[in-house]
């Protein structure tokens, strides 16, 4: 399993949060997501080919834009 860390603009509550997770969640190979309002960090982890254009895009499909952390 490979793990990615990600800063997400714009999240401000639960709501927010769970759309969020609901975008990155429907990536074929991500088994884990932590995702927090409060931090503005979203952590993804995948057991199978995730590239970070999957993810950012995912984010923004959910509202908020993102850069990769590590």
Not at 1 to 9: N, R
Request: charged fraction near 20%.
């Amino acid at each position: 399993m490979t793990t990615s860390e990600y800063q997400v603009t714009g999240m401000t509550c639960g709501h927010c949060e769970a759309a969020v997770r609901d975008e990155v969640g429907k990536i074929v190979g991500v088994e884990g997501i932590q995702v927090s309002a409060q931090t503005g960090r979203l952590v993804v982890t995948v057991t199978g080919p995730v590239d970070d254009t999957q993810v950012l895009a995912a984010v923004d499909e959910a509202g908020y834009e993102a850069a990769r952390v590590r």
